[in-house]
C-alpha cells in the first residue's frame, strides 16, 4: 500500500510539474510578438571598423567613421520600416568632411530559429545638404551608395529579446552586433 501511495505521489508531482512548465511556456510572449513595435536605434562604427569592412581601400591618410540614429517599427503581419539618419565623417590630414544622409526603408520580416530575415521593398539614402549633394553629384561611389535598393535580404542573429531590449548580431560580414531600444 506505501508503494502504492509512493507511485502516486511521484506520478502526480511530475503530471503537475508538466503542466506548469506547458502553462509558463504559454505565458511568455514569442520572439515575434515582442518584437512588433517601434525601436530607437543607434550606430557607431570606428574609422579602425570602417577600414577593416573597405578591406583596406582607404588611402593612408584619409580615416571615415560613421554615425546615425533612427527608429525600426515591425509590424504584424510581416511588414517593417525605419528612418534615420547617419553621418559620415571623412577626415583627410586633419581636414574633416561630415555627409549627412536620410535613410527611409520599408520591408518584410520573418523569424526562423531566432534569425531575423528583413528583405527590402524600398529603401532610399538621400542627402541632407548642398555639400553632401556636390560629393554624392562627382563621386560614383556614393552615387552607388544613394541608388534605390528592392529586393535585397539582411539576417541577423536575435542575441537576446525582451519587452524593452533586443540585442542583435549580423550573421554575414562584417558581423557587427548592434541593441534595439523599445520606444515607450
Not at 571615415?64 to 565623417?89: M, P, V, W
Request: negative net charge; contains cysteine; charged residues 15%.
Amino acid at each position: 500500500m506505501k508503494k502504492l501511495i509512493f507511485f502516486t505521489s511521484i506520478l502526480f508531482i511530475f503530471i503537475a510539474s508538466n503542466q506548469a512548465v506547458a502553462l509558463a511556456e504559454r505565458l511568455q510572449p514569442s520572439t515575434e510578438k515582442m518584437l512588433i513595435g517601434s525601436w530607437d536605434v543607434s550606430v557607431y562604427f570606428s574609422p579602425a571598423e570602417i577600414a577593416q569592412v573597405l578591406g583596406g581601400s582607404l588611402p593612408q591618410n584619409l580615416s571615415i567613421e560613421l554615425t546615425g540614429s533612427g527608429s525600426q517599427t515591425y509590424h504584424a503581419g510581416g511588414k517593417c520600416n525605419s528612418d534615420g539618419q547617419f553621418t559620415l565623417r571623412l577626415n583627410l590630414e586633419g581636414q574633416e568632411l561630415p555627409l549627412n544622409f536620410l535613410v527611409r526603408h520599408a520591408g518584410t520580416w520573418e523569424i526562423h530559429d531566432n534569425i531575423l530575415v528583413e528583405t527590402t521593398i524600398n529603401s532610399v539614402v538621400i542627402p541632407m545638404d548642398p555639400i553632401t549633394m556636390n560629393v554624392v553629384k562627382v563621386s560614383p561611389e556614393y552615387q552607388s551608395m544613394v541608388a534605390p535598393v528592392s529586393g535585397e535580404s539582411m539576417s541577423v542573429k536575435i542575441i537576446h529579446i525582451s519587452e524593452k531590449i533586443a540585442e542583435l548580431k549580423m550573421i554575414e560580414p562584417p558581423y557587427y552586433s548592434f541593441t534595439l531600444r523599445k520606444k515607450d
